[in-house]
């Protein structure tokens, strides 16, 4: 009787010290540490009742969070395993989710990502089935950051927001803050940098500075990230420095590192590389003491790029040695690439060309082998300049059409994951918005029109990233055209080509001169739908700007056989952009050529056709319009019944940027045409003043 009291008093003794270190282990860690060995010296003092074996799983659990904390990985994932067998057999589900939770940011933190969702994807399992809404909340949130730091970004919001839902829905300060933090990443990845901070500071107001020191610096550390990507460098510095002296009064050495190496990040920026230098190497040896091989192997090359930056090219190639080492070590093929392509681009600059070709072809097997385009790209661009170099121009070509071949399918793919997070964004927000519905079917009609308008907002701003997406596109098809260009004038220019190499290398200037032409009728389109432009007015002699347009034609016009006919008004003049006229008149005019068979006559008149305002008219003899053509004759990409009749190229977007910039100056376009084959009539007013 009297054993069975001391054990029920022991027991109980051991509960008050659990309780005391689950408030306490993680942000103390280091004292909590006693208290553990205390605990685990009256268990085994005590039979293996399922009393016993209970509070022997919670003190497990308890210290793998606390040599979480204290970056003692491998030792946490050994006493979560043995909490977690322990409280298996006692069927303590809730408990089981608990240390599965802690196991998975274990993983996390040593960048195993695939066995970190494996093990909150089971603690995501056990919450739903328990109905524990607090605990789906939570693993939805690490399931996110697992989909983030694998580059899922659509998925990873998807779970924040499920997340941040049920948070807010039970009132989860904590966890909205956690939540907040997250979104605000994906917010910086879109380069939306105002709506991250907005993220980051509701997160940071939601925290409590007394029990929340780790949280609190980690959300300084991103905002500093943030202030770091804006430019704005002593904000940055500022936030680093008070996440750096957080981290060391609460003893947490993997925030103490990153702090160390954000700092040495700002002042790589500055450009002060002996304070940049001072920091990265001090965060080097954090992440050696804690044992972090990845993050060893980014501050070794850390390090090297400061070096570089200095010239000290010897010792710049023997710490990317040291990086390069680690990395082969634990299997990471995507950072052995990266590491090799600026190994590759330091040897370029030590002019040691034989070495830096064999680092950038060993990276660029590497790469094609694991399907890295990025890298590939960056290791084709090395290698071209290599050649340029060298003065093997044939090398050079062939790497450069690598190289811009790699990157529009890489950028194809990043815009891709880019739609994808924003159609995430648009589906949550209306799946939000029904759910707020069903809530209030009972609404007052000004709501409900005040929500249509609020949806017809996020419709427009859906169209005008594809208009974005679209100018980038073709933004970027300009500089694999300019080196298409350029290659090819080079072959024009080599005497000793036989006439056949130099005739063909007349039709790829021609043809990717027309593409350029082609493209910047894009873009000009782009911007006028995103900025809009803002008019350079001055006063214009009308009759002067179409004679140099007709002026500039006249050789197109002459090919086919064509005439052009001058009726102007030499005393019309107008307050107008003349570049941007011009542009109106070059479409107008090379159109009638474009559509016109050879031979035919193309008038151009002008005249004042009242006070204050003028017209010009380009009449062809063309192919003619039908009614169907008339209606749809200026929107944009329109295929007409008429076809150009030299072969020439159309984008469809001509007449539109017609339209908006003769509607930008106050007038109006139109054309008139009495059918097919009668050749047809576009006609420009424009007020003088």
């Not at 008070?242 to 947490?252: N, P, Q, V």
């Not at 710049?316 to 093929?333: C, I, K, M, P, W």
């Not at 007015?537 to 006919?565: F, G, M």
Request: charged share 25%; aromatic share 8%; proline share 1%.
């Amino acid at each position: 009787m009297e054993q069975s009291q001391r054990e029920n008093v022991g027991l109980e003794e051991v509960r008050a010290k659990l309780a005391w270190l689950k408030e306490q282990v993680a942000q103390k860690p280091k004292e909590a540490m006693p208290q553990v060995e205390d605990i685990f010296a009256s268990i085994n003092q005590n039979a293996e009742t399922d009393e016993w074996c209970e509070v022997k799983a919670e003190a497990y659990y308890y210290l793998s969070l606390a040599q979480t904390a204290l970056a003692s990985y491998d030792e946490a994932i050994e006493s979560g395993r043995k909490a977690l067998l322990l409280f298996k057999k006692l069927n303590k589900r809730n408990m089981m989710a608990s240390v599965l939770n802690n196991l998975g940011r274990i993983e996390y933190y040593r960048a195993y990502y695939h066995k970190s969702l494996d093990f909150y994807n089971d603690s995501l399992t056990l919450r739903r089935e328990l109905g524990d809404k607090k605990g789906i909340a939570a693993a939805l949130n690490n399931i996110g950051l697992i989909y983030y730091s694998i580059e899922n970004h659509a998925a990873a919001l998807k779970c924040y927001e499920e997340s941040l839902a049920l948070k807010r829905e039970l009132g989860d300060k904590k966890g909205i803050a956690s939540t907040l933090n997250n979104i605000g990443m994906i917010h910086v990845l879109l380069s939306d940098y105002p709506k991250a901070i907005e993220c980051y500071t509701e997160s940071l107001n939601l925290r409590d500075p007394k029990t929340e020191i780790r949280e609190i610096t980690n959300i300084q550390l991103n905002i500093g990230e943030v202030y770091l990507s804006l430019g704005n460098h002593y904000k940055a510095l500022q936030l680093f420095e008070e996440a750096l002296t957080m981290s060391r009064e609460i003893g947490d050495r993997r925030l103490e590192a990153l702090a160390l190496s954000s700092l040495g990040n700002a002042y790589h920026a500055l450009k002060e590389s002996d304070k940049a230098l001072s920091f990265y190497q001090d965060a080097l040896a954090r992440f050696e003491e804690i044992g972090l091989q990845n993050s060893i192997a980014t501050e070794l090359g850390n390090i090297a790029s400061v070096y570089e930056s200095k010239g000290e090219y010897d010792l710049a190639f023997e710490y990317y040695q040291q990086s390069l080492e680690r990395l082969r070590t634990l299997g990471d093929q995507s950072n052995i690439v990266r590491v090799m392509i600026l190994i590759g681009k330091t040897l370029i600059s030590q002019k040691n060309y034989d070495l830096a070709k064999t680092y950038l072809a060993e990276a660029i097997a590497i790469s094609e082998k694991h399907s890295m385009r990025c890298q590939s790209y960056e290791a084709f661009e090395q290698l071209a300049m290599l050649h340029e170099q060298l003065g093997d121009f044939e090398s050079a070509y062939r790497a450069y059409q690598n190289f811009h071949t790699i990157k529009e399918a890489v950028f194809n793919e990043e815009q891709g994951k880019k739609i994808a997070v924003q159609q995430a964004l648009f589906e949550n927000e209306l799946a939000r918005k029904e759910a707020e519905r069903h809530k209030q079917q009972n609404i007052e009609l000004t709501k409900a029109l005040a929500e249509m308008k609020r949806l017809k907002a996020i419709a427009e701003e859906a169209s005008a990233f594809k208009t974005e997406l679209l100018g980038i596109a073709a933004h970027d098809l300009k500089n694999p055209l300019q080196s298409i260009i350029g290659f090819a004038q080079l072959i024009q220019e080599d005497k000793d080509n036989k006439p056949k190499t130099n005739a063909a290398a007349a039709t790829i200037v021609r043809v990717a001169q027309r593409m350029y032409k082609l493209i910047e009728e894009l873009l000009n389109n782009v911007k006028l739908e995103m900025t809009g432009i803002a008019l350079c007015k001055s006063k214009v002699i009308v009759a002067d700007l179409l004679r140099a347009v007709v002026a500039n034609y006249q050789a197109n016009a002459e090919r086919k056989s064509q005439t052009i006919e001058l009726d102007l008004d030499e005393h019309c003049l107008a307050e107008l952009d003349a570049e941007r006229m011009r542009e109106v008149f070059e479409n107008l005019i090379s159109n009638a050529i474009k559509y016109s068979p050879r031979g035919k006559t193309i008038r151009v008149s002008l005249k004042q056709v009242e006070e204050g305002v003028i017209r010009i008219a380009v009449k062809d003899e063309g192919q003619g319009l039908t009614e169907e053509d008339k209606a749809k004759l200026f929107g944009k990409f329109q295929r007409l019944s008429a076809r150009p009749t030299g072969g020439e190229s159309s984008t469809g977007l001509g007449l539109s940027i017609v339209k908006q910039l003769v509607e930008l100056h106050g007038g109006k376009v139109w054309a008139e045409s009495e059918g097919k084959g009668k050749g047809a009539t576009f006609f420009v007013e424009l007020p003088t003043q």
